[in-house]
Structure formats: structure tokens, C-alpha cells
């Protein structure tokens, strides 16, 4: 069985993806399998029909790689990939409508206005206004004053013409890993700088991380099983992770769900699966064995 594995591609989150796709490969191959490097970009369909792989192992995140069009190909090409499919991976990707799915399923989640021309939002600042379609909190702001809207939405439209208006949740960072249907113990995020912005993400030092978070176990569990309900609404498939902020009060809510979570040196999924005693290589190993096709034929 000849793995390739899929990494690069064309969006602003490519050199987080090129981490992600080098650690995946190593561990693959320190399983023993027969595993090879493609990096994409614009000539991902000649380098995966070049390659014939048996299987894709899918590590692109962002646009064309996290949104259900490289699944769709890979499905129309009949090899069987790892992580969700077309449908799920494409309202996962689309904040406004996955949050639209979390209110049609009693999921809590923050107040949210589409853009569309809104000169502001129905419910009190702060606000952090984001692209709908992006990841990595990358072109993401925390609007404290109306006045600083109009350069929070500029900013946003750089990386997406669909932009939308969130409460902002003061309180806790919390993520959930869920792997095969299955929820890890909670993760709490305590950035240094008071933001989980992209460098706080990814430069080692600039991110604390408490496993298990410094919440009571009741909330835990119910962070848990938010996450499950999220993950089963959008319908998604092997490894994904849900991101969440927890008030002051306790109420939790679902901000968003990333269907190909980063596998680098400082990601959430792989340390919350070393908090359950499951090793980066057998986690890999896990995402793998998971792999196929979605579409039945």
C-alpha cells in the first residue's frame, strides 16, 4: 500500500501545512509504511494522478485541501482519503454556515451577523470579525471600538469576500480533539500575549496549554459532549478538532470545528492524545487506518 501524503497546497496556512505533512510522513514511515512527500500547489491533480498512491493521507489546510474539493477529487479519482468528506469538510470550512447548523441543532454558539453591508452588529462590543472560509485566526480581529470596524473588515477581506460579525465570549480557550468519534480530555489554551493569534499558535513558548483544563470535571464533560454533537452534526469523519470558549459563568460554546487539525510540534490534537497515552506515530497511524472512500458506489 503506497500512502501519499498531501501537504502544501495553495492557501495562506501552506508553510503550516508543510510542518504538519513532514511530521505526519516521518511517523508514517517509522511504522513501516510505505509513505511518500506531495507537495502541492497549483498542480496538485498532475502530482496525485503522477503518483498513484493507494491512499491519501490529506494534511492540507485552508482553501482547495480542508474544503471538500480535494476530497471531491479524490472521491471522482476512487482513492480513499483520511478525515471527512466533501460535505462535512465544506460546511466545517464555511464558519457561517456550520454555526447555522449549531443553531438548527441546539448547539450553543455566539451571535454572529453576516457582513453584507451591516454597519455594525445586534449585540454589544466587543466584536471579532472574521473571513467566513479562512483558518489559523488569520485576517481575524477583536473589535473593541464601532469606530475600528471598517479596518477589522478590510483586513478580513483580504483572505474572503464572505465576512461575518461574532460576539466576542470573554473567558477560557478550550479545545476538544475528537478522533473516530471518540472525545479527548479537554485542552485549556492560555496564550501569553492574551490572544491565540498565528504566532501565538505556532511559535513554541508563546502558548500554554493545561491538559486537563482548569475547569471542573463537570464542565469537562459537558465540553466533551458539545464537541461529539458538533462533530455529528456537521457529519465529520476520523480526526477533527473543536474550538470553544467558556464565560465566566460556566456556559460553554462551540466557535468552530477544523475537520484537518495541524499535526506540528505545538498542535492541540497530538498533545491531547499524549494526555490519553496515544503516541504521535500511533495517533497518524489511527488518522490512516481510517481512511476511505465516503461516497458509496
Known sequence: MRVGVLMGGVSSER????RSGRAVLEALRRKGVDAIPLEVGEDLVQRVLEAKIDVAFVILHGRLGE???????????????TGSGVLASALAMNKVKAKMI?????????????????????????WVVKPASEGS????????????????????????????????????ELTVAVVDGKAFEVVEVAPKTGIYDYRAKYTPGM???????????????????????????????GCARVDMRMEEGGRIWVLEVNTIPGMTETSLV??????????????VLQMLKGASLKVRR
Open 137 to 172: 485566526t488569520i485576517g481575524v480581529t477583536v473589535v473593541e471600538r464601532e469606530e475600528d470596524l471598517g479596518k477589522a473588515v478590510e483586513l478580513a477581506r483580504r483572505y474572503d469576500e464572505e465576512v461575518f460579525i461574532e460576539r466576542f465570549i470573554p473567558g477560557k
Open 207 to 237: 502558548t500554554d496549554y493545561l491538559i486537563p483544563a482548569t475547569v471542573p470535571e463537570q464542565k469537562r464533560e459537558e465540553a466533551k459532549a458539545l464537541a461529539l454533537r458538533a462533530y455529528e452534526a456537521l457529519g465529520c469523519w
Open 15 to 18: 508553510e503550516i501545512s508543510l
Open 67 to 81: 474544503d471538500g474539493t480535494v476530497q471531491g477529487l479524490l472521491e471522482l479519482l476512487g482513492i480513499p482519503y
Open 102 to 126: 449549531f443553531k438548527a441543532s441546539s448547539i450553543p454558539t455566539p451571535d454572529f451577523v453576516p457582513l453584507e453591508g451591516a454597519k455594525g452588529a445586534p449585540f454589544p462590543l466587543p
Open 270 to 283: 497530538p498533545k491531547a492524545a499524549a494526555y490519553e497515552g496515544v503516541s504521535f506515530d500511533d495517533l
